[in-house]
């Protein structure tokens, strides 16, 4: 399968055409009231402005920095900085969770490390104003809440046959979401630690038909929550298609990028714009315009004919700077959206990134994998 956390296949509906057709034919008319009556993101209707002119931006990458581990063989699939950017958090296979102290390089407390193997950590994400508290989800459908002053577990949910493979928090820290295999998102309150909602996925056996604005229809890989547009997040997956949602509406996705492969975490957004990685052997890493849901450009991540781009995850860093790396060159690459020019590289040996990461402001990057093989890395 394309992607390191497994496959499944999916049975297709064997509704009646005529009955399918007219589902279809109310959905769409839902999906349509849902866009007339909602306006999602308050911008103005001015072109993109992508790159700000006159603008400094980073010019190279200071040497990487390996960080070897003591779980390194079980591979690392997920990665979060703190939000000041001091720690890091890394996510391994075997279902432990390592901190790192990004000032010095060295390990610092371990997670999770009982003597009983879990499945991986497919997603860690730091709360955004409760500060020392980690979320770590797992690909057996638990999520472990984790306070790091008192080094105890909060809290540990499970989503009972799924797995998750993507876990964000909001802007605000109000809530969370996860999505993974079964194609739900499931909304949670972060003060309470409870579901309030679910955005199911469209059912095949009961007939649900696949339009633009219902759910996906192949398990969930990435989830991202806008950084200033506190109700909006993004998720994609094997689907081809990444969707846009408003938390605050119940059912029905507000919009719809055409096109991305997503196969790890491949998703992020800032401002306007979303950068996309898609797990296909060329044209994986693009750029789009989030307010008319349309690719902006192509950006050229360094690939060969022999060994494709295959990229798991992209993301945002500094100064116009975006970083995406996968399975293709086994490396991560940092490259100006405006010039195109290659900032830097992190080179893993003959293993593939499962996920990049960057630290607030953009500075600080972080690439992982296969292995472990860690690697830290700063804009100049």
């Excluded at 279809?24 to 349509?32: D, K, T």
């Excluded at 409870?194 to 996906?216: K, V, W, Y």
């Excluded at 402001?361 to 100049?380: I, M, P, R």
Aim: charged content about 15%; overall charge neutral.
């Amino acid at each position: 399968g394309a992607s390191p956390w497994g496959a499944s296949g999916l049975r297709s509906s064997h509704q009646p055409r005529e009955v399918r057709s007219s589902m279809a034919q109310r959905r769409l008319a839902e999906a349509l009231q849902l866009s007339q009556e909602l306006v999602i993101v308050e911008c103005c209707q001015e072109p993109a402005k992508w790159v700000e002119e006159g603008s400094c931006f980073p010019t190279s990458l200071t040497a990487p920095h390996r960080v070897s581990l003591r779980k390194d063989s079980h591979g690392i699939y997920s990665l979060s900085f703190a939000p000041d950017g001091g720690q890091l958090a890394a996510g391994f296979g075997n279902g432990s969770v390592q901190l790192v102290d990004t000032v010095t390089g060295l390990p610092g407390l371990s997670l999770f490390p009982g003597p009983h193997v879990r499945h991986a950590i497919t997603a860690v994400s730091f709360h955004r104003l409760k500060a020392g508290v980690l979320l770590a989800a797992g690909a057996d459908g638990t999520i472990s809440i984790y306070s790091l002053p008192s080094q105890s577990p909060v809290a540990s949910l499970t989503e009972k046959e799924n797995e998750i493979n993507a876990l964000d928090v909001c802007r605000d820290g109000s809530a969370f979401a996860t999505a993974g295999k079964d194609r739900h998102i499931r909304l949670y309150d972060s003060h309470t630690n409870q579901l309030f909602h679910i955005m199911e996925a469209p059912d095949f056996m009961a007939g649900d038909e696949f339009l633009p604005h219902s759910g996906h229809s192949r398990r969930i890989f990435a989830l991202c929550f806008h950084p200033t547009e506190l109700h909006l997040f993004l998720t994609g997956g094997w689907d081809n298609s990444v969707k846009v949602w408003d938390k605050r509406v119940k059912k029905g996705a507000q919009g719809m990028l055409n096109g991305p492969h997503i196969c790890g975490p491949g998703i992020d957004v800032k401002g306007d714009q979303v950068l996309t990685g898609s797990w296909v052997p060329r044209r994986a890493l693009q750029l789009w315009d989030l307010r008319t849901t349309r690719m902006w450009q192509n950006l050229p991540f360094p690939g060969s004919p022999t060994q494709g781009e295959f990229l798991y995850s992209a993301r945002f860093c500094a100064g116009d700077v975006v970083m995406a790396g996968g399975s293709g060159t086994c490396g991560a690459s940092l490259l100006h959206v405006g010039t195109g020019q290659m900032i830097g590289e992190i080179h893993l040996p003959n293993k593939p990134v499962h996920v990049v990461a960057s630290a607030p402001g953009g500075q600080l990057v972080a690439a992982a994998g296969a292995g472990g093989n860690l690697h830290l890395a700063e804009l100049n």
